[in-house]
């Protein structure tokens, strides 16, 4: 079974950074697909950035530029930088785990368990 373990979430102001971490265990890490996904209060949950199990990176429109996902296959790790952070950006991040290439949000079928991530203005 498959487990994600996210950390580095918190609160920032305007324009400051973060890092996300998730650790991954339970199975081979190299052929899944992995995604950051996050949601907001009141919104539905989107994936900002994914790393696909076929070599591609993906970045929602929102995040270009600012956010950046990288993945360590020897550490079972995927890690995501977020850079100059919008108070838009607050929302609960969550680690997710796919066996498919995919960037839909129900195409990833093991989760985290979040890390708040908050943006002062």
């Known amino acids: 079974q498959v487990q994600l373990v996210e950390s580095g979430g918190g609160l920032v102001h305007t324009g400051g950074s973060l890092r996300l971490s998730c650790a991954f265990s339970?199975?081979?890490?190299?052929?899944?697909?992995m995604a950051w996904i996050r949601q907001a209060p009141g919104k539905e949950r989107e994936v900002v950035a994914a790393?696909?199990?076929?070599?591609?990176?993906f970045y929602a429109d929102s995040v270009k530029g600012r956010f950046i996902i990288s993945r360590d296959n020897a550490k079972n790790t995927v890690e995501l930088q977020m850079n100059i952070l919008k108070p838009e950006d607050t929302a609960v991040y969550y680690c997710?785990?796919?066996?498919?290439?995919?960037?839909?949000?129900?195409?990833?079928?093991?989760w985290g368990q979040g890390t708040q991530v908050t943006v002062s203005s």
């Open positions: 339970g199975r081979t890490f190299s052929v899944y697909s």
């Open positions: 790393n696909l199990r076929s070599g591609t990176d």
């Open positions: 997710a785990a796919s066996r498919s290439i995919t960037i839909s949000v129900g195409g990833y079928e093991y």
